[in-house]
């Protein structure tokens, strides 16, 4: 277990705690994909400080371990280190802390999907299964190696959707209501200039004001 009592790290004096634990506290299961097991112990290499009531711990931890290249699939062994581990307790002053599952939380997610034996790793013949890293083989491989624009993709589907908005679907035998024909169009506009003028004549005249009915017109004196 990696542990470290806060009560013996000085005030502004870092402490130092370094060693290895056994590589067992990481779990890792046998059947995973790709295989990965434990190659030795995990090396760490930490520095504490309290801040206050709180535990700052900052340094480096690594391990070994066994797994395959995904490309030629031999055996190798890779290291997985964490170089900026940084955790971070609050009020824990006085007291003991267990840094054990921090620190194998960090190393998994330190570990890639997959793992290559090297950067310029050749891979494995698709046709005969001959490690290309070894040996070289007369194969044909572009007959083995599917062309992939003669794939259909599923985005072809998407492409071919119509999203925009359906006009509502007619009522069938309904009917539109014909133009009407340009005879029939002079006809209406010459009753309406007709019962124009009859309206007009029809119009009361406005009500003569109060003013105008106090003041009539002046009769002209008798001789």
Partial sequence: MIKINTSHILPDTPFLLEGTESSDILELLPDADPPLAPAGDIAYRLSAVMAGADLIVTGTASVPLATVCARCLDDIRVVISVRDLCLHFEKVRDLEVDLTDDVREELLLAVPSCFYCSPDCKGICPVCGTNLNHASCACDRQQAEPEPDDAPSPWDQLDALNLS???????????KPAPASPAVKKTADKKAAVRKPAEEKGAKKPAASPAEKKSPGKKSPKK
Avoid: C, D, I, Q
């Fill in 165 to 175: 908005p359906k006009k509502p679907a007619e009522k069938k035998g309904a009917k």
